[in-house]
T-cell receptor, first 115, second 112 residues
């Protein structure tokens, strides 16, 4: 079946540091890939997504590129802020394209940014 | 405002006492889903619904029931809760034409 593996956390950074959170996946078809973010006490919200190979998703200074050859979707940000402190989830959808389906999540990575 | 609401947000109960967690969305989405979030495991799907009166099991359905009598509502029912159902629960909805799921704020459940 499908699976998503994220780098172990937690990750602690100083403000303005570079961020990378690794994500690799296993899927039988051609999934869409997502990064969701969960701020303290809140539900998940979509951060960015990519629906096909070599697509780059971006939002709020975060970026991730869909790499089919390495089955990866690593999240990056050039300069993190304290307000980026949250839990980040990598996920894939079972059905690619415009069909909807179950989201398969990684285990989540806790990011803490210090001033 | 487009949103998914859940109630209650926090619940402490005892083993065997039936409970229902409500979920409602105001976006006219066909697809709705329940997940549970546990440390180190991410989110796992419990049940989902493609439309009214259409529901199916996710990865961890044991001990849970759902119903979808109206498009906007998708309650999660624990007929006889057990301590291993202590968790953080999220409801989500999605439009058929989009791939973005919208999540509720979560319900933290403690079963003693």
């Amino acid at each position: 079946g499908n699976s998503v593996t994220q780098m172990e956390g937690p990750v602690t950074l100083s403000e303005e540091a570079f961020l990378t959170i690794n994500c690799t996946y296993t899927a039988t078809g051609y999934p869409s890939l997502f990064w969701y973010v969960q701020y303290p006490g809140e539900g998940l919200q979509l951060l960015l997504k990519a629906t096909k190979a070599d697509d780059k998703g971006s939002n709020k200074g975060f970026e991730a590129t869909y790499r089919k050859e390495t089955t990866s979707f690593h999240l990056e940000k050039g300069s993190v802020q304290v307000s980026d402190s949250a839990v980040y989830f990598c996920a894939l959808s079972e059905s690619g394209g415009t069909s909807y389906g179950k989201l398969t999540f990684g285990q989540g990575t806790i990011l803490t940014v210090h001033p | 405002e487009a949103q998914v609401t859940q109630n209650p947000r926090y619940l402490i109960t005892v083993t065997g006492k039936k409970l229902t967690v409500t979920c409602s969305q105001n976006m006219n989405h066909e697809y709705m889903s329940w997940y549970r979030q546990d440390p180190g495991l991410g989110l796992r799907q419990i049940y989902y619904s493609m439309n009214v009166e259409v529901t199916d099991k996710g990865d961890v359905p044991e001990g849970y029931k759902v119903s979808r009598k109206e498009k906007r509502n998708f309650p999660l029912i624990l007929e006889s809760p057990s301590p291993n159902q202590t968790s953080l629960y999220f409801c989500a909805s999605q439009d058929r034409a989009q791939e973005t799921q919208y999540f509720g704020p979560g319900t933290r459940l403690l079963v003693l």
